[in-house]
């Protein structure tokens, strides 16, 4: 495998665990309380985001619970029944980093999320540098420009496809298995790319639950590895709630 080979293979394997830390650990575990996971779990997966996305646990919470409160009306942060399709697939982050700029919103909705020495001395802090520090490592594991290439597309891979793609084509196209209030749909197969957040109608109609296909065709990889986790003792699956926030 030559330099280019491996720096592609390393950007798509470290975006694959970003993706992974997104949906297990802010979607499902902190925004909607499906699963508790072990402290070592929660410690990588808050690392690798800050090194990965630069995100704020409080604030993606807060504003996934508001779109949740508010799907697809006025107060939505990013339906593209509101601002536009086009709109939530290339500037799903921008929508993203306007909504939390709302301190109020984040306190409101941001409840129950991590507060400890570390989030608000480190994380919340300096959320710049880590994806400084990712970039620095990529520059030291390969030449100057594939290392920003790798970078770029460790940056690039959550503002598409989770802030824009799942957001965005989520409440636009596909199918859907419930007939739930807002636009939500299914959009299969990227299971892979997604790690299951395409299965967007499904979580809409059960947003207390951990996994999120229903059909025995629909792939649903952060289910997997919520499982595997749950076997090695380092997560525990919630049942259903009533209430969240």
Not at 20 to 38: D, G, N, P, Q
Not at 80 to 104: C, H, I, S, W
């Amino acid at each position: 495998m030559n330099e280019i080979a491996r720096a592609l293979a390393f950007a798509v394997v470290t975006a694959h665990i970003t993706t992974m830390c997104v949906t297990i650990y802010l979607h499902r575990a902190m925004a909607h309380r499906s699963l508790k996971l072990h402290p070592i779990v929660s410690f990588f997966m808050r690392l690798w985001l800050w090194l990965g996305t630069g995100m704020v646990t409080k604030e993606w919470v807060a504003c996934h619970r508001k779109h949740h409160t508010f799907t697809d009306v006025e107060g939505d942060p990013h339906s593209p029944r509101l601002v536009g399709l086009g709109t939530v697939v290339f500037q799903g982050m921008f929508l993203y980093t306007e909504a939390v700029k709302d301190k109020g919103m984040v306190e409101k909705y941001g409840k129950g999320t991590p507060d400890d020495w570390v989030e608000r001395h480190v994380y919340s802090k300096y959320r710049k540098l880590g994806i400084g520090v990712l970039l620095a490592t990529d520059l030291l594991l390969f030449s100057v420009p594939l290392g920003l290439l790798a970078w770029g597309i460790q940056m690039v891979w959550i503002p598409f496809f989770a802030a824009g793609v799942v957001n965005g084509i989520g409440h636009a196209w596909g199918y859907r298995n419930f007939n739930s209030k807002d636009q939500s749909h299914n959009f299969s197969p990227f299971g892979i790319l997604l790690a299951g957040e395409e299965l967007h109608n499904n979580h809409h109609a059960d947003i207390t639950s951990a996994r999120f296909s229903r059909k025995w065709w629909e792939v649903d990889f952060g289910w997997l590895y919520i499982q595997i986790l749950s076997l090695l003792g380092l997560a525990k699956i919630e049942p259903a709630k009533v209430s969240l926030y």
